[in-house]
């Protein structure tokens, strides 16, 4: 790698910030996946795009040579959670050592730190490959058996997810899951003839309560019924109601458990005579390390302490790609990107003076971890 240059890094950055990319701009994140291509092509590395789906901007793979096994994987994603039009909002800009954008942070910045750990590395012993995914923001549902594919070629994975806040790398994630649940009744007027109705609304509501009822912080697991819809008005029995719900595991037994109250709801409706559809389920496994991955942890740690880097490991409720690799028992790091907050939201930012830092400890682990027994 040449001396880093920050100001162009900036200057990188400000440009890959101010195109919108939400996952359904599909142009925008199409432009994202050519600007590297472009890059990586010029430097000699070889480009693949994969058109996976139609709702969907292509994928990138980015390898250094031909092969069908790769010792590091490396895992990121171009698509963001904001619509188009966030940018000309509030675009990149820079204040008190952080730079702020949509998607500073997630993951746009982790994206261009690849690119410049992985200067220079093309002929290197190492078999390395960038997947670039372009829907991760909705899950990856349709890349999944890409990136599974893949991950199960390679030794290790490395997620350029951002590190939290305090410069901790991600070592655990839970697991996640959505699920839609409609009920339909018959509609009556509530003054009128009440006794003819039979409510959705009223059979939603007992569901929300035995559902959130199973959340044990203790234990990892968590449900939120986060948005409800139903009714026409108040004085009107309701026949449809509509509820989403997100849950977080620890371990996959406790997917089982939430899989048992749902049945037992369904067989069990309290309200007479609606009738409930139920859709979704697991979206994302667990990422927990292996004996194996604590060997990679501990070279992260050695790594940080000869260039004077604090590395620590966090969990997070939050999902990423690293969730798949390591579920296929692949030792999984996360959070090697720069160090910032606040994804997803108005304020999201990187803390600047992490990003050369950050270069290091990922070009070094690139380098060092099949060296590691």
Known sequence: ?????????????????????????????????????????????????????????????????????????????????????????????????????????????????????????????????????????????????????????????????????????????????????????????????????????????????????LTDFSSGLTLNVGTVVGGTTANVVADYAKAELDFRVADMSQVHIIEQKIDSLLAHAKTSGVKIGVSGGMTRPPLNPTEETQKICRLAETIGKEVDMRVHWAKTGGGSDGNFSAALGVPTIDGLGPVGGNAHGIHEYMLIESVEPRIHLLRRMIKEAVKVK
């Open 1 to 213: 790698m040449e001396q880093f240059d920050l100001e162009r890094y900036l200057k990188e950055l400000e440009y890959l910030v101010n195109i919108d990319s939400g996952s359904k701009s599909l142009e925008g994140v199409a432009q994202i996946g050519e600007y590297f291509s472009e890059k990586f092509k010029a430097a000699g590395w070889n480009i693949k795009k994969y058109d996976i789906a139609t709702e969907i901007a292509p994928c990138i793979e980015i390898t250094n040579r031909d092969t069908d096994r790769f010792d590091i994987l490396l895992l990121g994603h171009m698509d963001t959670v904001f619509p188009a039009g966030t940018v000309k909002e509030r675009p990149f800009t820079i204040k008190d050592g952080k730079a702020y954008g949509p998607g500073v942070i997630d993951m746009k910045s982790g994206l261009l730190s690849a690119y410049y750990a992985l200067d220079g590395l093309k002929d290197q012993e190492l078999s390395i490959c960038l997947l670039l995914n372009s829907e991760e923001e909705m899950g990856s549902r349709r890349v999944r058996p890409w990136l599974e594919k893949a991950a199960g070629k390679s030794r290790y994975v490395f997620v350029l997810e951002a590190a939290r806040e305090n410069g901790d790398l991600v070592l655990t994630r839970k697991g996640l899951g959505r699920y839609t649940f409609e009920f339909h009744g018959v509609a009556a007027h509530a003054g009128v003839a009440p006794q003819n109705g039979i409510s959705a609304i009223l059979e939603l509501g007992h569901w929300i309560v035995a559902l959130h009822g």
